[in-house]
């Protein structure tokens, strides 16, 4: 990481919130937070778990005031490893939502409680296991900018060390990818349906005041009242 980049991370305290985010009790992940608090002593973390729903993840809305980078962690022991675009899948409207919300930059996504011999031993498996996953799930990938598998995370973390490798390159970049902005306001829902409505009316009328005119008829402008009385 430059000295630029540290100095405007150590400026910016904010930007290095990272929440741990899942459904599972902390005690599943404690050991990833534990470590991940402690791994990259140059980047100044401050590491917390936020606890999602079990049931129902899809309408859970996260808020920028308590998610600042989002580590989504999804255990195959708990919940299977359907993530998105799949049957049972829990997060197919939850990380579209969050990545508006975050940006894409700011959002990581561990599969873990793989087996470890799999991942670590077998040549080959890690990487072919990775296509599977985002031809398969893809919207996963779509939305986060980084995606990986590891063993437990309850300690002692079974995490290759080029995820860890990853894992800090996504931090810096998510530390200094500014969030989407927002529009300074956002009129309510039914108000801009009243708003439209209104209008439909206003023209209608119009229209018809038009024709009566042209078809030499008598028109009606208890409509216009009708239309723009909120």
């Not at 930007?15 to 009790?25: F, I, M, N, T």
């Not at 005031?65 to 675009?85: E, K, P, Q, Y």
């Not at 940006?103 to 498996?125: E, M």
């Not at 038009?210 to 030499?216: C, H, Q, T």
Request: glycine content about 6%.
């Amino acid at each position: 990481m430059s000295k630029d980049n540290h100095e405007t991370i150590r400026r910016d305290k904010k930007s290095w919130r990272a929440s741990v985010c899942s459904s599972v009790y902390s005690t599943n992940v404690q050991g990833f937070i534990d470590e991940l608090s402690s791994k990259f002593p140059d980047l100044d973390l401050d590491v917390q778990y936020q606890q999602l729903p079990y049931n129902d993840i899809d309408h859970c809305e996260i808020k920028g005031s308590d998610v600042n980078i989002m580590i989504l962690c999804h255990s195959i022991n708990n919940r299977g490893f359907a993530i998105t675009d799949v049957m049972d899948a829990l997060y197919d409207k939850f990380l579209p939502k969050s990545a508006n919300l975050l940006g894409k930059a700011r959002i990581c996504v561990i599969v873990h409680d793989f087996p470890s011999s799999n991942i670590f031993d077998t040549p080959g498996y890690y990487g072919e296991t990775m296509k599977t996953f985002e031809s398969q799930q893809g919207t996963a990938f779509k939305h986060s900018s980084l995606v990986m598998m590891c063993g437990k995370l309850d300690g002692p973390v079974e995490m290759q060390e080029t995820n860890w490798e990853d894992l800090k390159e996504f931090l810096v970049k998510a530390a200094t990818t500014p969030m989407p902005s927002k529009s300074w306001w956002q009129p309510p829902l039914n108000l801009c349906r009243r708003l439209v409505r209104g209008i439909y009316d206003v023209i209608a009328t119009v229209v018809t005041f038009g024709l009566g005119v042209v078809l030499g008829k008598p028109h009606n402008t208890s409509t216009i009242t009708k239309g723009v009385g909120f």
